[in-house]
């Protein structure tokens, strides 16, 4: 097992790193150095516990989900609960941390990207909290798609821009927080709102939401007193998984399972899983597995859910994904659209289209468990801003 | 090393006691056959250096004018072997120093030392990659050098003096000093500092530095060329070849405004 920790030019292995111009590096390098005095500091450790209790609501549950384990007959099936928390996803966990670093960078602007807007919302969440300016890049299908995150994030204050570059979703909605980010260094902090990009943000997420697994493992060793035989979440950049993953990665005997987007299926530009169908590359500062033709340059993607519409996936995904410890699989639209109406039928949860990837998987091989063996789903985020999309995608395949 | 056309140009021009001037276009905007016809006009027009996009799907350092040019490039079929083929091309009517422009991962996807060696064979001279920092280089420099070319970096108002001592030390052909925070595209005003930055990195080099981004007129060209070695001039050209008719017409109209540019920074004496 390789350490868990990247080198100090932020390499998982052979991915990761920091492929940026040149300007940004004395940036990356100043977040890095206060994230580091940081974590040192009880002060500051103090402050991001206080927030995540008192206003994120932590722990999020761990449910245990009595009547769909019933109805595949086993293995025994608890629910991380994220869609819990504040605003509605894993995603705030790392954006509270990283709004408290941005304060002691004395960085007054939280800019964000955001896919399916959890992040989106997230950050001007922290931002109307903490007294910051917020802006928000969303490609404009994706604000087509997610249009109640939208309304959401601009009532908190913040300022949405529509990016129209490209296929116009989260990748290009990335590229261009990037650049408002290269030209207001000063005043700015960029809320990077999953575990992908150049160093230290990888590093950075995967530590904000490594709460969600610390939680999980010791409450499934209070409610059940042992281990899972699984940990599945999805992974469109990879943050709620490896938040969850990475408490488990030096328990052996414990899978962990990464759901990717299938979307049509494996044919290029109709789907985002991007350890069935990519090569390794380098896009928007890191090194990892990127759907890319030939020439490298990028293919388009598709998914039903926001979230896991993205060319690439984060770099500690990119070397567990080589090294074995953990395997990477996708489920098809179709499947987390049943999976979606599944969980709400059986448990009264709506969960976000990007986690029902996760609970279509454990649906469909529930039959590689024992009856007795225990999984843990991480329920990413809630999808009641998933309904209109999933109401339309039905009518779709209802006039086909 | 052998001496590229970079080299030998730059040595000329300082023999001259005249400031360089820089253009970038975008390969293959609106197609690679046009960037042979736009390379030779900027050539007429006095241009001594043409800098040559590499397009790239996601091209993060650049302002909306380049990314549109990359993008219709693309569209437009632009492939890398197009693109050599495009450099080959040029190479059989001009020897104007090239330098490609690029994105690590469409060198990377044809393989790092391949992409330097065809590049080499087609007729560039250097690569500025903009991805590709120092501390990420390494494996990939010796492939530069060893296909003779030159390796152009980029020192922002971002870098601190001794990262830029220790960049200057991997560079050759020149410089590139970047003005301003931000990314690339026409700005009303040359970025203050930017005289004083390129002091301090002519004072850790012996290279020629040339100053780029934001600049896209005939004064804010004369004033760069006041302290820089040379000057570079990107989206206004782009723009301005792109929105000029694609016709002989047009292309002149846009080379002359180009040469007006290129008139104003020659009008500055440099000290031999």
Redesign the interface.
Known sequence: MKSARPDS?GHFGPYG???????????LRELTRVYKVAQKDPAFKKELDYYLREYVGRPSPLWFAQRMTAQLGGPKIYLKREDLNHTGAHKINNVVGQALLARRLGKTRLIAETGAGQHGVATATAAALFGMECTVYMGKVDMERQALNVFRMESLGAKVVAVT??QQTL??A??EA??DW?????NTHYVLGTAFGPHPYPMIVRDFQSVIGKEARKQILKAEGRLPAAVIACVGGGSNAIGIFSAFIKDEGVRLIGVEAGGLGIVPGKHAARFAGGK??????TKSY?L?D?????LLTHSVSAGLDYASVGPEHAMLHDTGRAEYTYIEDADAVAGFDQLAQWEGILPALESSHAIAWVVKNAGQFAKNDIVIINVSGRGDKDVQQIAEWKKGQSTK | MKKTRVDQKFAALKKQGKKGFIAYIGAGDPSLDDTVDIVLRLEEAGVDLVELGLP??????D??VN?DAA?RA?EAGA??DGVMNCVAKIRERSQIPLIFYA????????GFEKAMNEAAAAGIDGFLI????R??SGPYRKFISAASLNSI????????EE?MKQ?VKDASGFVYC?SR???TGVRDSIAEGARGLVGKIKGHTRLPVALGFGIGTPPQAAEAASFADAVVVGSAIVNKFHNNPHTPEGRADAAAFVAEMVKAVKAVNSPL
Do not use: H, W
């Not at chain 1, 390794?280 to 500062?285: A, D």
């Open positions: 030019q790193g920091i492929f940026v111009p040149e300007t940004l590096m004395e940036p570059a490209g990748k290009e990335i590229n990037m650049r290269v030209s207001n260094l000063r390794v590359g380098v896009l928007q500062g990127v890319q030939d020439d490298g340059q990028i | 790239f799907s996601d091209p993060l350092a302002g909306r990314q993008a693309l492939t890398f994105y690590l991962n469409t060198l990377y996807a044809r903009l991805d590709m920092p501390e990420e970096v980029l020192i922002t108002p971002t870098t601190p990262r960049i970047v925070e931000g990314v």
